[in-house]
């Protein structure tokens, strides 16, 4: 299980991560991240960790605004200094509100609780192998899309699939590369992109950037795990890839 915990301040953070580390059993991975930027970037260039602790004192309704925008998949545990906002917590994916620091027992409480709903986790696992098989062969036959529409004032072209390095996402616009450097933005989403294009040729990397595989100039070891990416023509923001998903990853290199 990977956690990361969020917090307003380093030391409130470290005292959580150091409450969780007296646990029995521990998670795989525990991240730290404080203030709203970091948060932001961490789940723009990482997959989404099973359970989230938020230590969030009297933001609460900034991790709202964050949680309404980016649909995290994780369990969320939130403490707070009091209980206005607790009514409106559950309306994600919200294990439990406190409104006190965090004990060992509030910890454990929470790490069982998230252990009860995903106890058949093999079961789990083999609904989503069995999914992901169905995809497969749905998409044996499908036809990929071959151009897409751009348009620059009023002048609009026609690029072809062949000729883009990759896709990217950069302040809410999402925007097409070609391998010659030239840039245009794109009405599609990038999930929208990912379902279009052929996944042997192109990799969802992270939220932000979906890679032709010819578009990679070099590829470095990162931090726990996690790959780090140079493309050709030069991305205007680093490439991360998570250590979850560099495994898939590594397994698209080497088809």
Not at 10 to 30: E, G, V
Not at 188 to 203: I, Q, W, Y
């Amino acid at each position: 299980m990977n956690v990361l915990i969020v917090s307003v301040s380093k030391k409130s953070a470290q005292l959580l991560s150091k409450t969780i580390q007296r646990l029995s059993q521990q998670p795989d991975n525990i991240d730290i991240v404080v203030g709203r930027d970091d948060f932001l970037n961490y789940l723009n260039n990482n997959e989404d960790p099973e359970l989230i602790f938020n230590v969030c004192d009297d933001e609460v309704e900034d991790l709202f605004s964050i949680y309404s925008k980016k649909q995290v998949s994780s369990a969320l545990v939130f403490f707070a200094r009091n209980d206005r906002h607790m009514a409106s917590s559950f309306l994600f994916n919200t294990l439990y509100f406190y409104t006190a620091e965090a004990s060992i027992e509030d910890v454990k409480f929470c790490f069982d609780k998230y252990s009860t709903y995903f106890k058949e986790k093999s079961e789990v696992s083999y609904v989503k192998d069995l999914q992901k098989l169905t995809h497969l062969l749905a998409e044996k036959d499908k036809e990929y899309k071959k151009r897409f529409m751009v348009k620059i004032g009023n002048v609009i072209r026609s690029v072809n699939v062949q000729d883009i390095a990759y896709f990217f996402s950069h302040e809410r616009i999402n925007y097409l590369v070609k391998f010659n450097g030239k840039k245009f933005p794109i009405d599609n989403s990038l999930d929208e992109v990912e379902e279009l294009l052929d996944p042997e040729v192109f990799f969802r990397a992270n939220r932000q950037f979906m890679i032709n595989i010819d578009s990679i100039a070099e590829i470095h070891p990162y931090f726990k795990g996690r790959v780090k990416l140079n493309l050709e023509p030069n991305q205007a923001s680093e490439l991360v890839i998570s250590a979850e998903k560099s495994r898939s990853f590594k397994d698209w290199l080497d088809e």
